[in-house]
């Protein structure tokens, strides 16, 4: 176990048996925000190769790739090996990440799933409608796919610019629309632009899928052998016609997300321990298997193949399909082409419309019964934030159309992502110059949040400080033995210095695998509670971590003014042990494994607890209780 550190403290430890990996929503958006520069040199890189040596860059891009077994194989140029190919661990992420959002996202309130869903497709119906409606008759009509999907690298990128200005409720609700944006538009591309399709490779296709399943519900978990069978689908989708990224895509929803179970976790340590007592190679083998084993199938594939998608792929995406080639004649026929000028519309106008009109319209049609979880003006960021199309917009650009058609798409997909930045950010500063309460309305709305804590605070039971009416309540889940609830511990104190009308509530999570002293420590501040001092006790406690055997326990009892005779008969009935049982319930209730773990008004806080982010937290809290009050 680490212990903290000397100097500046990060507060960002816990204990449950290592430290706690940060929120996936955080860790995403840093991931895609991080990518989003390299996106953008790569697509600059991209055509300033083209308008320098257009010969070579066509060159790279069209030199074939064989890869053959007997007489078997698949045969296509680099571009398109990039394009089918690596392109697949992309959705895949995608996959990956619009499971973790209906398994511990926004979306695991079902109730919650109707609007965002509403939304992606209104945000793709109506620009493709713009795009139609300039294109009708023609025959460039066909490529109305290339007008309607978000880019999630670049509207992330764009997003971390208005950060400061949106609540973190914002950014998960503009996360969810461009995760149904991809799936739709993935399904477009499997059903409207698969050409030449063969129905018994098709067929094999599906049955290789059919057999993955009846394994997985067997309960295998080896990742060696659904990768083999996402190859043979693969394959058999490549042979079959239909755009075989489509595997991808459902791979990833296919792989469930869970929060770190204590029992897994308490597993893991017992398995560190005997290898800590013999450090054999078998031992170290299973105790590594143990800790992958704590985290889920999901989360350890993101953390293993986000970062290539984000940084490595998906660019490498741009390198080779971004190129054109521009000059004076090139752009005159480019702004008058109905493909530019349908793409660029659908983009910049469609994608806010489409989006905030769905919004609003399943908002009235349910009379406020169904609302969005947070303001119009982050709807409205959101709406143009959706307007940055690249990655599948230039996908499906690139199946739709060839020669001067393709380069007039992809130039429209270029504007449009420029257009629409600009109209994000300047959404962004006309919503910073409103009062400071009309602002706080129109970011965060009126509709009520997750709540997380399964138990709630119960003023007659919970150990509680500060005022009992208080409009925020932060609930800690802690271990009296924990080094990070001992860092914790004076930020609460400030937090509490700081704002009046917050409530502090303290619930106990010993956790014995790691602190042996812990269960011993929680029992003597109950023991403490029977006599009115149960704060007294949790003050000296974590002044003391590493002083918490039971004559320490008994010292401390004198110190605070308890009756030390009646302390030490109710220490060794373990009379606290049935309230320290039911704290311990309701964190597994509540998902909750590690400590610290803090809750502001039911809803669980992710990432630092030092007083700025706890602050910040308690800001936002009060703030939507004013609102919703």
Known sequence: MTEPQEGPTSFFGSTA????????????????????????????????????????????????????????????????????????????????????????GELRDRRR???????????????????????????????????????????????????????????????TVTVVDDLVALCVIAVFYSRHVRPPALLAAVVIFA????????????????????????????????????????????????????????????????????????????????????????????????????????????????????????????????????????YVAGKPIGIIGSTWLVSWLSRGRVRPPVGWAAVAGGGTIAGIGFTVSLLIATLAFTGRQLEEAKFGILAAALCASVLTWSVSRVTAMLPPRLRVRALLGTSESIVDLAAPVDPDRDHLRGPEAAPVTLVEYGDFECPYCGQAEPVVRELLADFGDVRYVWRHLPLHDVHPSAQLAAEAAEAAAEQGAFWDMHD?????????????????????????????????????????????????????????????????????YDITTLSAAVRAARARAALTG
């Open 211 to 346: 057999v993955m399943l009846l394994v997985k519900s067997s309960g295998v978990r080896h990742g060696l052998v659904y990768a083999g069978f996402a190859a043979a689908a693969w394959v058999a989708l490549f042979k079959s016609g239909v755009e075989p990224v489509v595997i991808g895509l459902a791979m990833g929803l296919l792989t469930y997300a869970s929060p770190a179970a204590r029992g897994d976790l308490q597993r893991a340590t017992d398995l560190f321990r005997l290898f800590r007592e013999q450090p054999t190679p078998e031992l170290a083998r299973s105790a590594s298997v143990g800790l992958a084993k704590a985290v889920s199938p999901n989360h350890r594939l993101q953390q293993l193949y986000h970062p290539w998608t984000s940084y490595v792929i998906v660019p490498l995406f741009a390198l080779s399909n971004a190129g054109i080639p521009i000059s004076g004649d090139f752009l005159a026929r480019a702004l008058t082409s109905p493909i530019t000028l349908g793409i660029l519309l659908a």
């Open 17 to 104: 048996w290592a430290r706690r990996l940060e929120t996936p929503l955080r860790e995403f958006l840093r991931t895609e925000t991080g990518s989003a520069a390299i996106l953008l040199a790569a697509t600059l890189a991209a055509l300033v190769w083209a308008n320098v040596d257009l010969p070579s860059y066509e060159s790279v891009w069209g030199t074939r790739l064989s890869i053959h077994l007997s007489d078997s194989g698949v045969a296509q140029d680099l571009r398109h090996w990039v394009n089918t190919g690596l392109m697949t661990f992309f959705f895949f992420v995608v996959g990956l990440e619009a499971r973790r959002e209906f398994d511990m």
């Open 113 to 175: 799933l109707l609007l965002p869903v509403v939304a992606g497709i209104g945000g793709m119906i109506v620009p493709v409608a713009i795009y139609l409606l300039i294109n009708g008759g023609l025959p460039s009509a066909h490529g109305w796919g290339a007008a309607m999907s978000t880019d999630t690298a670049f509207a992330m990128g764009m997003l971390a610019l208005v950060a400061a200005r949106l609540p973190a409720r914002a950014r998960t609700y503009i996360l």
């Open 540 to 608: 000296l406690l974590l002044a003391h971590q590493g002083e918490i055997l039971l004559p320490d326990l008994l010292d401390y009892a004198e110190r605070i003014g308890v009756d030390a005779g009646r302390f030490r008969r109710d220490l060794e009935s373990h009379v606290g042990v049935p309230r320290i049982a039911e704290d311990i319930d309701s964190a597994d209730l509540s998902g909750v494994s590690g400590t610290p773990t803090f809750f502001v008004n039911g809803r669980r806080h992710h990432g630092a």
